[in-house]
């Protein structure tokens, strides 16, 4: 057993569903706390000093401080299985050339699509785990990752065979996506819809048949693939029993966000450009917006109307999107920032943003996203006394003490 004690203030979420409109901001603060962890699961949170009963019997003790504990972060939207790095893109980038411009001239995307072919399994797989590191020492306890750099079916199966190993090999949880639908690769240029039916008659079954993902996604965008062709890819997916979610209105607003509400998709991410019919769709659905800052950041871009949303109901998602083009950086706790400042969103409302419904956004909220009993003792003690602190402090790593299913990482 692990006893985490003298915890200053233990902020969390409640309840293991999405937190949308008021409940975004709704965690629950308990002072001078306690929490008993048997077997990975917690066993018992108190409060006010009191301790839980059997926690003599622990034989590990960590004392907080004093500081501020909450869920282990949850990443979920990222691209961290690939080959190479897109360095060479910015300056580009800085003489004006765009995002897609980069892409329809065989670079971006695709660029780092053959360097991935070019990848051995274990190549990724030793690159993946490095990332891995990085991001539990950043308080991140789950990771959401893609596929979308192999573009056939040897590398797609590939990619996600990497993301089944990390998930075994690694102490963080790994849910796999199928993103087959990210880049038209060169041997389909012009034929997007032969692509598509590739992916969905060859790939899919393959993915499924391996067990290789729970979701899949698609980027859905002007030059890339348009509402038609991801609407198909997406009910292929659901049709096997993948759960849907897609990449919406990043660049241009082409009715992303408004499929994802049609659909049922699980979230729609990023929504950069995406405006009233898009969110009233997704808040029909009960879509969750995955938001992805940084990337905005990165790629020069506006933010994503998260007030609008929350105000709407819709639950917000914040994720990373580490990805060696448009977010090169796997800080979610940088993302987390700009979610207070860039969306405005409140401490409370990043929190829940980064916990529970990410949690929801990768399937996972029985299992994770709040301190409760019988949750996975996925838990991180901050260098902070509050969740303000760790906000404002944007750019410093605020991690001090990492627990992973009961375990001590750092
Ligand atoms: O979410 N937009 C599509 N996919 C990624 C970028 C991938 C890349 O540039 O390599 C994203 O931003
Ligand atoms: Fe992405």
């Known amino acids: 057993m692990l006893l985490i004690r003298n915890i200053g203030t233990l902020q969390t979420p409640v309840g293991s569903f999405k937190h949308g409109g008021e409940k975004q901001g709704e965690n629950i603060k308990l002072h001078n706390a306690a929490i008993l962890v048997e077997d990975g699961i917690i066993k018992a949170i108190t409060s006010d000093g009191a301790l839980p009963e059997g926690a003599d019997k622990a034989e590990i003790v960590v004392d907080a401080q004093g500081r501020l504990v909450t869920p282990g972060l949850v990443d979920c939207h990222t691209h961290m299985v690939f080959g190479g790095y ?102 389909y240029k012009g034929r997007a819809d032969e692509y598509i039916d590739m992916l969905c008659n060859e790939v899919l079954p393959a993915v499924k048949e391996q067990g290789l993902a729970d979701f899949v996604d698609v980027f859905c965008e002007d030059s890339v693939f348009d509402v038609a062709q991801s609407r198909k890819m997406l009910k292929a997916g659901q049709k096997l029993g993948l759960r849907a979610r897609i990449h919406a209105d990043e660049i241009e607003e082409i009715g992303g966000a408004v499929l994802s509400g049609e659909v049922g998709a699980v979230s729609a991410e990023h929504l950069i450009a995406t405006g009233e019919k898009g969110m009233a769709s997704m808040a029909k659905g009960g879509v969750i917006a995955d938001l992805l800052p940084a990337t905005s950041f990165y790629l ?89 602190m760790l906000v404002y402090r944007f750019g410093s790593n605020m991690a001090g003490t990492v627990i992973k299913k009961g375990e001590v990482v750092l």
């Open 300 to 388: 020069n871009k506006t933010f994503a109307p998260a007030r609008r949303m929350i105000e709407l109901g819709i639950p917000v998602a914040i994720a990373s999107d580490f990805n060696p083009g448009s977010c090169p950086s796997l800080n979610l706790q940088l993302a987390m920032s700009m979610g207070y400042i860039k969306y405005r969103m409140t401490p409370e409302e990043v929190l829940s943003a980064v916990t529970i419904n990410a949690a929801c956004s990768c399937g996972l909220e029985d299992k994770i996203g709040t301190l409760e009993e019988g949750k996975q003792a996925d838990i991180v003690i901050w260098n902070a006394p509050d969740m303000e």
């Open 86 to 187: 897109r360095q060479g893109e910015i300056p580009l980038k800085l003489r004006g050339a765009g995002y897609l411009d980069i892409l329809k001239a065989g670079g971006g995307i695709l660029d780092t699509v053959g360097k991935t072919r070019a990848a051995t399994e274990d190549e990724l797989f030793a690159k993946s785990m490095a990332f891995l590191n990085e991001m539990i020492h950043l308080g991140v306890t789950t990771v959401e990752s893609k596929s979308g750099y192999g573009l056939d079916l040897e590398n797609e199966l590939k990619q996600l065979r990497v993301n089944q190993r990390l998930n075994k090999a690694h102490k963080m949880d790994v849910v796999s996506t199928f993103l087959g639908a990210h880049a038209i690769p060169e041997e």
